[in-house]
């Protein structure tokens, strides 16, 4: 399965439609991780599965899901309630507990890719605000297969970064 991964786009509707428009199809499940700044009930969330962030103030909003894709169990959060920009172990501990494989995050416009135990961590960066070591404006596909998954980051403008594409293992019971 292929999942795309955006974060923190802060009213720019315009690149989620560029994205839905070049991926539908391509990819097998959408995911925003919050700071849209965009209403609940904007149509493009028929497209995407997608939480709150703290600078969405409209009540429609989930801050978590849990989404069963029939070969993930993945946990969407913006992850700003579970104080990732200290550390991961809140974020990891309830995506644990809630028995998901990859835990989805945004919130400190910073990419990351981790894995704790059974668990992915991903973070795709901000579309608009990014920070960090890369600041580069960045979204992110995933591609799982029976062993591993594939974390591959793109730029705004759709190009490939390929020193940031990660392999990682899954770790079997």
Not at 26 to 35: L, R, S, T
Not at 62 to 72: A, V, Y
Not at 137 to 150: D, M, R
Request: aromatic content about 10%.
């Amino acid at each position: 399965m292929k999942y795309l991964v955006v974060s923190d786009n802060h009213g720019d509707r315009g690149i989620l439609e560029e994205l839905v428009q070049k991926y539908q199809g391509k990819v097998d499940v959408f995911f925003h991780c919050g700071d849209s700044e965009l209403p609940a009930t904007d149509s493009l969330w028929k497209v995407f599965y997608v939480v709150g962030g703290n600078c969405d103030f409209d009540s429609g909003y989930q801050e978590e899901q849990l989404i069963d894709t029939g070969k993930d169990k993945i946990y969407l959060t913006h992850g700003h309630l579970l104080g990732v920009n200290f550390s991961l172990d809140k974020l990891s501990y309830r995506a644990k507990e809630l028995g998901a494989s990859i835990a989805l995050f945004g919130h400190t416009h910073q990419l990351g890719v981790w894995q704790d135990q059974h668990l992915l961590l991903v973070n795709s960066g901000s579309i608009c605000l990014p920070r960090g070591k890369y600041p580069i404006k960045t979204y992110a596909i995933i591609e799982e297969n029976l062993t591993n998954y594939q974390v591959t980051y793109y730029t705004r403008d759709h190009q490939e970064i390929t020193e940031l594409t990660q392999t990682i293992q899954k770790i079997k019971d």
